[in-house]
Every structure is written in C-alpha cells, then in structure tokens.
C-alpha cells in the first residue's frame, strides 16, 4: 500500500465540535481522530451520523462550531471562517461510489490529479492500481468491474490527491457479507499506510469494531458514549447503549449470591426461575440488576453438554425461528426468561431446529455484563 501522500505533506489529526439545527432535529457533538487512525460513528439511521461527516466536508454549515483538518482550521463560527468543500482536502467515499461511468478506471483515478504534470499524473495512477490491486483493469469503465473493484477504484480515487482527511459513509453497505471483510481490512491497511485519519458511518457493530480504532455511538444528535469499540461495543455497560446498539438480551434478573473468591457471582429470576453465573461486581445481595447476553455468544445443543467449561448451560424449549441475515435467531424459552439466540444456516439445518425443539443454550460467565441504566 501507499507510504506517502501526493506532496509529501505531514499530516495530522482531525477535530472539532459543531451545533446543527434544522427543522426538529438537532446536532450538538465533538470528535477527533488521530493520523493513520479510524474513528467509526455508530448508530441507528437519523441519528446524525451522516450530518456529522456533511458538517466536516462543508456540505452543510453548522450555526456554530469549528473544524480542524490536517492542523489547518476551515470552518470557525466565531471568526467567520469558512472553506469551501473543494479547499478542505477530503476525500470521500461512500456506498455508491460515484464513479463516472464515461470514464475508465485510470482516468476515474487521475480525476482529481489536475495539478500534477503528466509524467506524475501517471506515477500516481500507476502506483495507486499496483496498490489496490486493479491492474489489467486500467481501460475498463465502472460497468465492466465488479463491486469489490468498483470500491477499490473509488477508494484509490479518494486517496488520490493525498487528502488530509478520509471521510466514509457506510462504505460496504451494497456489498455482500464475505466480500465486506476483505475489503474491510484492505481499507484499513490502506488508511494506516497512507497515515491520515479517517471518520467512518457504520451502523453494523462488526464493522465498527474491526475498523475502528476508537468509536462514538451516535443518538438523537448526540453522542451517547466515547472509548474503544471492544470496551465501548462488545460488552456495553451503559443501558441505553445497550439498546441502541442493539444487545439481544437484556435479562431483568436479582443477584442470589457473591462468589468473591472465583470472581463470580450468580444471579437469577425468582425461586423457579433460572440461575447464572456472572462476572462479579460491586452490587449486593438481593439487589436487582440487568444482565446483558449477546444472541451471538450462546452456543445450542440437543443435550446438556459434559465436561464443558462453560458455566451457564440452561434448558429450554424453541418458542421461534426467525431469519436474521447471515443466519438465523432461535428464540428459546427458558425459566422465568427468554433466550435469542443467534445459529448459521448450517448449524439450523444439520440440527433440524423447529418450533417445539427442547435445547440447551450455553454459555460462558465472562459473555455475561451488567447493564446499568445512565438516563
């Protein structure tokens, strides 16, 4: 991949805050992102995400707020200051591409290279279709390549002019699942090589998680928690995170007794109701709580597994099948709870699962987290 950006400039970081109004919604943020890192803005659809990364670019002037790019300020509302979108160094990539389809892959490339003479106009084109793979492809137009390469002639078109700044709105969106991963991890080699900083759209956690360096999840105009995607994603702690980002089940559950010695403890719903051990926390005994469980985490079986390392393994009987692309959601209906679970369609056709199914879901203490509600 690149190592150098057209010019040769030193590149820093991105940051700035911006208040938005328009209509009845408004937006009231601040981000930063560092060079040769990702910052993913996560969240559900109109929550800002996209009028974020319209803010930055100057397709949309907030009423108040400033922009940082590269070390150099191109929007501040209490000195006037405002840059056009073609002055701020940008580049820009979304779903669609926007390839100009009259023009072949090399031109697409060179679109943005007017300023270089012709000899270094063909260095850079030549350097950028070696580094995203598109050789041989040179003399196609947007038509006669595949998505995969569609994305990799708009990413090195982006990348082009040495932008100071990448800003990527859901980027993988019209691609499918096993092709989203490659490309996933193509990009962000391709961001670190280049050593800019880059802000990215997602609403899906696998990608915010596997491109992120640092994520914010963006609601209602604002952001709702700030971190790294593992810590901030994987096992949210903040109740309202948890459902924005969309945590299968949350299990209102009390705590029945404190293990500090195995730095467990175990909570459970009722008398009759079912019983799990969790990681141990700062609550009380008897003090009521929610557990949070990834659909993910639970792994199904036909019978109480022997030997296993897992600590909760909870019986129940199959209460719904439903599509859930790339698999399937198996609701089970357990003690005093209810169980999603997430199973390939492979995993569903091999075990027959139907409705009426008596399983086992298991799964480990450590894929369980308290969720505490923070307004």
């Known amino acids: 991949m690149m190592n150098r950006p057209a010019g040769g400039q030193a590149l820093t970081g991105a940051r700035g805050w911006a208040k938005y109004r328009v209509g009845d919604f408004s937006l009231d943020v601040e981000w930063e992102a560092e060079a040769g890192e990702v910052l993913t803005l996560f969240g559900p659809s109109g929550a800002g995400k996209t009028t974020i990364l319209r803010a930055i670019a100057g397709l949309v002037r907030p009423q108040e707020g400033r922009v940082e790019i590269g070390g150099r300020t191109v929007f501040d509302s209490k000195t006037g200051l405002w840059e056009p979108p073609h002055k701020r160094r940008i580049g820009l990539l979304t779903q669609n591409y926007h390839l100009f389809p009259n023009l072949s892959v090399a031109e697409n490339i060179a679109y943005g290279l007017s300023g270089l003479d012709s000899t270094s106009r063909r260095e850079r084109v030549t350097e950028l279709v070696e580094s995203f793979q598109l050789a041989g492809l040179e003399e196609r137009r947007p038509h006669e390549i595949s998505g995969g390469?569609?994305?990799?002639?708009?990413?090195?078109?982006?990348?082009?002019?040495?932008?100071?700044?990448?800003?990527?709105?859901?980027?993988?969106?019209?691609?499918?699942?096993?092709?989203?991963?490659?490309?996933?991890?193509?990009?962000r080699a391709?961001?670190?090589?280049?050593?800019?900083?880059?802000?990215?759209?997602?609403?899906?956690?696998?990608?915010?998680?596997?491109?992120?360096?640092?994520?914010?999840?963006?609601?209602?105009?604002?952001?709702?928690?700030?971190?790294?995607?593992?810590?901030?994603?994987?096992?949210?702690?903040?109740?309202?995170?948890?459902?924005?980002?969309?945590?299968?089940?949350?299990?209102?559950?009390?705590?029945?007794?404190?293990?500090?010695?195995?730095?467990?403890?175990?909570?459970?719903?009722?008398?009759?109701?079912?019983?799990?051990?969790?990681?141990?926390?700062?609550?009380?005994?008897?003090?009521?709580?929610?557990?949070?469980?990834?659909?993910?985490?639970?792994?199904?079986?036909?019978?109480?597994?022997?030997?296993?390392?897992?600590?909760?393994?909870?019986?129940?009987?199959?209460?719904?099948?439903?599509?859930?692309?790339?698999?399937?959601?198996?609701?089970?209906?357990?003690?005093?709870?209810?169980?999603?679970?997430?199973?390939?369609?492979?995993?569903?056709?091999?075990?027959?699962?139907?409705?009426?199914?008596?399983?086992?879901?298991?799964?480990?203490?450590?894929?369980?987290f308290l969720v505490r509600d923070q307004g």
């Open 149 to 187: 390469q569609q994305q990799r002639a708009a990413l090195a078109r982006a990348l082009a002019p040495g932008p100071s700044l990448m800003l990527l709105d859901e980027p993988f969106n019209s691609l499918d699942v096993e092709l989203r991963r490659a490309l996933r991890s193509e990009l």
């Open 190 to 368: 391709s961001i670190i090589s280049a050593g800019i900083p880059a802000i990215m759209v997602t609403h899906d956690i696998e990608e915010a998680i596997s491109m992120g360096d640092s994520v914010q999840v963006i609601n209602d105009g604002r952001v709702e928690a700030a971190g790294r995607p593992l810590e901030i994603l994987g096992q949210p702690g903040q109740g309202r995170v948890a459902r924005l980002i969309g945590v299968e089940n949350l299990l209102d559950l009390a705590v029945a007794s404190l293990h500090p010695q195995d730095g467990t403890m175990v909570c459970s719903a009722g008398e009759a109701g079912l019983r799990l051990e969790v990681p141990l926390s700062d609550v009380r005994r008897d003090e009521e709580v929610t557990v949070g469980i990834r659909a993910s985490d639970i792994i199904l079986a036909h019978t109480e597994p022997v030997g296993s390392s897992a600590r909760n393994r909870i019986a129940g009987v199959v209460s719904g099948v439903q599509l859930r692309p790339p698999g399937y959601e198996v609701t089970l209906q357990c003690p005093g709870v209810q169980l999603k679970c997430h199973i390939t369609g492979t995993s569903l056709n091999e075990m027959g699962v139907k409705q009426g199914d008596e399983l086992w879901a298991v799964f480990k203490a450590s894929s369980c």
